[in-house]
């Protein structure tokens, strides 16, 4: 599926529960990211890491948490705390490099998302 | 804090019409500047991409053209086709990448 795989494609959650998405990549990408995408709202950075053991918030990281154990995977937690967590999840990765390594100014290579729905 | 802005949110041509989709920066250090095409139901893909050090890049149909001193980058569709109906996003590293609010084309036949 592209070297990035997400899932799973289709999540429900009881208002209150925390949820994980798993993301998992084998392109050798030391980078990785997590978007959120509302309709008319384009794609909102949740977290990225560049490195194993090392992540940055994003614009938007109130109510989610993430963990970088390994190169290949970049899980995503919702928490509780997340007050509209209803949305359409991608995560993507990148190589680093170039003149400016951390500016991200590498061709983003994405999963095909997960879609969460509180009840 | 840094932006992407992109225009318009909407755009409806007729087939074989050409269509532009705007966008500008605010951080004066991009120098990578990216545009992705998502088809309904699927995942973002990048179409072109352009660096600072070319003010034009062309690939068939589609080219993108830069303007640093304005801060701004432009997406060129030539004779579009129904299958160039998605969203198209545009976006610029500062720091990170962020990305523009997307553009929804719909190209009629």
């Known amino acids: 599926d592209g070297g990035i795989t997400q899932s799973p494609k289709y999540l429900f959650r009881k208002e209150g529960q925390n949820v994980t998405l798993s993301c998992e990549q084998n392109?050798?990408?030391?980078?990785m990211y997590w978007y959120r995408q509302d309709p008319g709202q384009g794609l909102r950075l949740i977290y990225y890491s560049q490195i194993v053991n090392d992540f940055q918030k994003g614009d938007i990281a109130e109510g989610y948490s993430v963990s970088r154990e390994k190169k290949e995977s970049f899980p995503l937690t919702v928490t509780s705390a997340q007050k509209n967590p209803t949305a359409f999840y991608l995560c993507?990765?990148?190589?680093?490099?170039?003149?400016?390594?951390?500016?991200?100014?590498?061709?983003?290579?994405f999963g095909a998302g997960s879609r969460l729905t509180v009840l | 804090g840094e932006n992407v802005e992109q225009h318009p949110s909407t755009l409806s041509v007729q087939e074989g019409d050409s269509a532009v989709i705007k966008c500008t920066y605010s951080d004066s250090a991009s120098n990578y500047f990216p545009w992705y095409k998502q088809e309904l139901g699927k995942r973002p893909q990048l179409i072109i991409d352009?660096?600072?050090?070319?003010g034009e890049k062309k690939d068939q149909r589609i080219a993108v053209t830069l303007n640093k001193t304005a801060k701004h980058f432009s997406l060129h569709i030539t004779e579009t086709q129904p299958e160039d109906s998605a969203v198209y996003f545009c976006?610029?590293?500062?720091?990170?990448?962020?990305f523009g609010q997307g553009t929804t084309l719909q190209v009629k036949p």
């Open positions: 352009i660096r600072s050090n070319v």
């Open positions: 993507a990765s990148s190589s680093l490099g170039g003149d400016r390594p951390l500016s991200g100014a590498n061709v983003l290579t």
């Open positions: 976006a610029a590293p500062t720091g990170k990448l962020i």
């Open positions: 392109l050798n990408h030391d980078a």
